[in-house]
């Protein structure tokens, strides 16, 4: 079974981490539920997980959200064809 929670994200993190010998300066994060907790609504300000915070500040890098509605923050277009 594949799992798509906060734990086993972190863990593959931390595993890739390993792999590729450093930590990147910064990881781009689709706008997913394990992710984030909500969106500010005054501000627009992502809420991040309480847990994936302190897992980004102890391997030193930011989070950083895709923007809504917008692939080509991605590095791909997710609908080539429509």
Known sequence: MVHQDLQ???????????????????????????????EDPTSGHIIYDPTLVAFAGRYGYPPKACQPYRAKTKGKVERPFR
């Open 8 to 38: 086993t994200l972190l863990r593959c993190h931390a595993a890739a981490f390993e792999a590729i010998g450093g930590v990147p300066e910064q990881v781009l994060y689709d706008r997913m539920r394990a992710v984030f907790s909500r």
